[in-house]
């Protein structure tokens, strides 16, 4: 997949120390990830429905053990 027209965002909330942290791209029926210190490391593209249902299990504390 071709991610040169990508638009990264990061989350407001980051301010980690080290400038790093994990951006995020609409890509239509997908959403990419990559890390904001090594962008050209590549991204991981994940289809929107996963991306979701990993962001529903972060709310609800399914993470937090």
Not at 8 to 36: H, I, M, P, Q, Y
Request: aromatic share 8%; proline share 3%.
């Amino acid at each position: 997949m071709n991610l040169s027209q990508a638009r990264w965002f990061k989350a407001t909330a980051s301010a980690s120390s080290n400038g790093g942290c994990v951006e995020v791209a609409d890509l239509d029926t997908a959403t990419g990830l990559r890390d904001s210190k090594t962008p050209e490391a590549g991204a991981h593209v994940v289809p929107r429905a996963v991306f979701a249902a990993f962001l529903n299990d972060i709310r609800t504390g399914h993470y937090d053990r």
